[in-house]
């Protein structure tokens, strides 16, 4: 391990402990363990998947490691403590949970990303950070290093789990229509597929075939579907899979995606379908004669043939952000909704807080202004604001209707006046809407775990919203030359891997674009001089390493990345050095 100085770890402040039994847990409750901070925040994609990296972890270390998952908020709606108990038990966190609401641990670690991973020692010494996912291989080779280093404390978790909830659905993600009325919806934390009567209020049929957190839900076209031989496909979201479904028997085939995640390059190229890495298919649609998946967990539409049983990428570059223009090299951030209507794709882009569509070859923004801007505001759509919205549906009459989610509403897009309209509030989470054949609006209301019917000839309203920004620290930076250094280690046991070309890259670039005179574009070194000019705004920085285990036949070889989006404020009296982590040791 490198060796340099010595830092003690900041104690553990937040507003509250989750999964502790209501107990504060201090660093000297945790002396003589290992502790791997998880520094998230629930509406990010990359910080889901660290938590299901980190479950093999918890379970190979349990004796001697400590996971706890640092909650530091980017929206308005992650901050209420209600809605963090609610999403540490949909996604399944089985570790304690700090409630950092000021984000005063997100600073005293000097976090830029999420998610971000710091490693205690057993004497309390911090020895390791590293930005975002894709760091298991590495962490279980540091805590080999560590355990080695004995002073070990066995047993005793400070976790306690909750009361188990009895309700019909879990934390529901999409719902579809089938032939006949009935409906059917993902249960997304049960992990099944539900049919339901036309009313949502009675379950007719679960089919369980090994999902993982399912999600979208797409019905096939009748030929398609007896070509292909299945009726539905399911975005089997966790388990990184496209997973069809025959109505009448139950009977579930995998039928794209290899069951690994994400971790290569974009091309333009059509795969086999099954064995293609896919990464947290979150919705689907039928489009161009094809499926469109919302691939959320790399910011990329995509789209499938499951005749051919081909995929390959739609939308999108894997650059979180928001850029329009022709597709593919446009910006997305989590697409999490889909609704084809005639030549346009309407999109939820989530993290974007925007609603989006594709036509003719190109995508627009209907509403969204970036990554740190939401709120919940009417009128104008160049001036209304959502809050991470997770599902939307075209209506008949052309309009469209979007899923606010973290503004618990169901707001109404009208494309000929270009304004945003509320017609429901107070709801919990919504995550989908569907319009039935029959014209009726239904609600997919996951944090109360139901179906519900919109009221009926419910009207427009305006609401007074406001404007809402992360409360996210900016970085301060100095107007003229700031160099931008990103730290990577290789993890133990692992050297740079160059038997394929250069083992790092790194691109950057600016919104708005006037921010970063210099410096922008696409470069094989992990350190770059920028010039910026006075403003706000944010540095889209992505950066990635190339390993291989070292010393070793048939080595491993591995692959880390990172996207910031890291908020700026560019005046006279900023730093001259902005550096980020993707992979660090201190001792």
């Known amino acids: ?20 039994g209501g107990a504060a847990v201090t660093l000297a409750d945790l002396r003589g363990k290992i502790v791997l901070l998880d520094f998230w925040t629930f509406c990010c994609i990359n910080c889901l998947h660290v938590l299901d990296e980190l479950r093999p972890l918890e379970q190979k270390y349990g004796d001697v490691l400590v996971v706890i998952g640092v909650h530091s908020p980017k929206f308005e709606h992650e901050r209420d403590p209600a809605a963090l108990a609610a999403a540490v038990e949909r996604y399944g966190v089985h570790h304690p949970v700090l409630d950092d609401v000021d984000m005063t641990m997100w600073q005293q670690y000097a976090a830029k990303a999420w998610p971000t991973l710091a490693v205690i020692d057993q004497h309390g010494y911090l020895v390791a950070s590293m ?50 009325g009935n409906l059917l919806v993902s249960d997304s934390a049960r992990h099944a597929v539900v049919s339901l009567d036309p009313t949502g209020q009675t379950e007719i049929r679960r089919f369980e075939g090994g999902f993982a957190e399912p999600q979208g839900l797409l019905l096939l076209p009748e030929k398609t579907a007896e070509i292909a031989g299945y009726d539905v496909i399911v975005a089997d979201t966790v388990n990184h899979l496209l997973r069809g479904l025959k109505l009448d028997t139950g009977e579930v085939t995998t039928v794209a995606g290899s069951g690994r995640p994400w ?30 998946i919302a691939m959320a967990g790399i910011h990329q539409l995509w789209w ?15 650059v979180e952000s928001l850029r329009d223009g022709p597709i593919p090299d446009v910006w997305m951030a989590q697409p999490s909704g889909l ?25 627009h923004t209907a509403v969204g202004q970036g990554l740190f801007d939401f709120g919940h505001v009417d009128g104008p759509a160049a001036e209304a604001l959502l809050q991470h919205p997770l599902g939307v549906a075209a209506l008949p009459d052309g309009d469209v209707l979007i899923a606010d989610t973290y503004n618990g509403a169901i707001r109404r897009y009208d494309p000929a006046t270009r ?30 775990h139901r179906v519900v ?86 540095l889209q920085v992505v950066a990635q390493a190339a390993t291989c285990d070292a010393d070793v036949e048939h080595a491993a070889c591995h692959l880390t990345r990172q996207d910031w989006g890291v908020p700026i404020v560019v005046g006279s009296d900023g730093d001259v050095r902005l550096p980020l982590v993707l992979r660090g040791l201190d001792a």
């Open 263 to 292: 971790r290569s390059t974009v091309d333009d190229h059509a795969h086999d379908a099954l064995a293609a890495d896919l990464s947290s298919p979150w919705d689907l649609a039928w489009f161009d004669d094809k499926v469109i």
């Open 339 to 363: 609704s084809a209507a005639g030549d346009r794709l309407w999109i939820a882009d989530s993290e974007t807080s925007a609603l989006r569509w594709i036509e003719n070859g190109e995508m």
């Open 304 to 318: 499938f043939d499951p005749v051919r049983r081909t995929v390959g990428v739609y939308a999108g570059t894997t």
């Open 1 to 20: 391990m490198a060796k340099g100085p010595r830092v003690r770890a900041p104690e553990l402040r937040g507003r509250a402990w989750l999964n502790t």
């Open 131 to 180: 930005a975002g996912e894709g760091h298991a291989e590495g962490l279980s080779r540091l805590i080999d290093e560590l355990v080695g280093q004995g002073g070990l404390r066995v047993g005793d978790s400070p976790y306690v789990p909750p009361a188990p909830a009895e309700t019909m659905l879990r934390f529901p993600g999409k719902a579809i229509e089938l032939p006949g």
């Open 419 to 448: 304004t945003v309209s509320t017609i429901d509030s107070g709801l919990a989470e919504p995550s989908d809407v569907l319009v039935t054949g029959a014209g009726e609006v239904l609600v997919v209301e996951s944090g109360a």
């Open 453 to 538: 019917r919109l009221a009926p000839g419910a009207v427009s309203s305006t609401v007074s919203g406001e404007r809402q920004r992360t409360e996210r620290p900016p970085s301060l930076l100095a107007a003229g030359e700031v160099t931008l250094d990103v730290i990577f280690t290789p993890a133990p046991g692992q050297k740079l891997d160059e038997q394929f070309g250069p083992s790092t890259r790194l691109t950057v670039s600016a919104s708005p674009p006037g921010l970063l005179v210099e410096g922008g574009g696409v470069t094989t070194q992990l350190s770059r001089r920028l010039v910026l000019a006075e403003g706000t705004g944010v």
